[in-house]
């Protein structure tokens, strides 16, 4: 329990120095030191997350980054595939009732977001292998069990790191905001690899002009299939506010949210390759699958909303000439 005291503690109520006994702060050198310690470990595990998930980042970007370089064109239409993640992001931050988030943290937000969708590409990679064995239900274990968690998690990360430790994260719903952000940023850099990957994969059996048409049917598929990625980290980004909240759950809310998310998203993934679709099929169930659970997402934002105007109501001083006729 949060507000958990050792009997010391309780039977002492302050009257006696209970340093080292019962009670801890930082007084002498070594304990100084301990502190410290303990911070630079931290610090340093940070920096070494991110600096193996910008290595890998780049690594995978090699021949992505060369080949928008030369095509500029080609980078207009990775830009174009994100702008409706971005429209449903900006929603969710304009919908948080309480003080909108600054776009320091937003922005770390997104850029963290980018550079750990390395994570989850090299784990589905590698995972993926295993599952392909396993007939007709191997590739729906690998999007529950790997492709949901792993991704969510990633985009969770991004939150956890940063945002949440700052001061601008106030309130349950920034949680969803900053999680929307996240997910932003995953898209962006999913959709980056895909186009790029169709851009490549036709050179050897088209020209320029069709080259770039094939890449812009799939930054138009993945245009549509970008603010999944927004709505999935929402779910999860909500309960990691929560669980900021209610420390004493807030493991167990944490996985909540994790598992919703990941649910989610793998029964997305499982639907979009069991069917099989063409694109206006395909654009039909993303609509009405997206749009129920951004629907869902947004009902949890409105009870909120609702719940905060009420007790701001309840706590505002009732006006003079009201007092004056009582």
Do not use: C
């Not at 919908?95 to 943290?105: Q, R, S």
């Not at 995972?127 to 396993?134: I, K, N």
């Not at 001061?167 to 980056?192: K, R």
């Amino acid at each position: 329990m949060g507000d958990r005291r050792d009997p010391l503690q309780e039977r002492a109520d302050g009257e006696q120095d209970l340093y080292d006994i019962a009670t801890w702060e930082s007084r002498s050198l070594l304990d100084r030191t301990a502190v410290a310690i303990y911070h630079g470990v931290r610090l340093v595990s940070i920096y070494l997350v991110i600096g193996l998930a910008l290595l890998l980042l780049v690594t995978q970007l090699a021949a992505s980054g060369y080949v928008i370089f030369r095509t500029p064109s080609l980078g207009l239409l990775t830009l174009l595939s994100a702008v409706p993640a971005l429209a449903l992001a900006a929603f969710l931050w304009q919908a948080d009732p309480t003080v909108k988030e600054p776009l320091g943290p937003l922005a770390v937000t997104f850029l963290l977001a980018v550079l750990f969708a390395s994570f989850a590409a090299v784990v589905n990679t590698v995972l993926r292998v295993p599952f392909a064995m396993v007939p007709v239900v191997g590739i729906v274990l690998y999007f529950f069990l790997v492709v949901g968690p792993i991704e969510e998690i990633v985009k969770l990360l991004a939150v956890r790191l940063y945002a949440y430790r700052g001061d601008a994260f106030q309130t349950v719903t920034d949680g969803a905001v900053y999680g929307a952000v996240a997910g932003l940023g995953f898209a962006t850099i999913e959709n980056t690899l895909y186009i790029t990957r169709e851009f490549l994969t036709a050179a050897s059996a088209a020209g320029v002009g069709q080259q770039l048409e094939m890449a812009a049917e799939t930054a138009t598929q993945r245009a549509f299939v970008g603010p999944g990625h927004v709505i999935y980290s929402g779910f999860a980004g909500y309960y990691l506010g929560l669980a900021k909240f209610n420390p004493d759950d807030a493991g167990p809310i944490v996985v909540k949210g994790i598992l919703t998310a990941a649910l989610i998203h793998a029964t997305y993934n499982t639907l979009v390759s069991a069917l099989g679709l063409p694109f206006t099929g395909l654009l039909v169930l993303i609509l009405v699958y997206d749009g129920f659970f951004g629907y869902l997402l947004y009902r949890k934002l409105a009870r909120y909303r609702s719940a905060y105007e009420r007790t701001s109501d309840e706590q505002s001083p009732q006006p003079a000439e009201d007092i004056a006729q009582e």
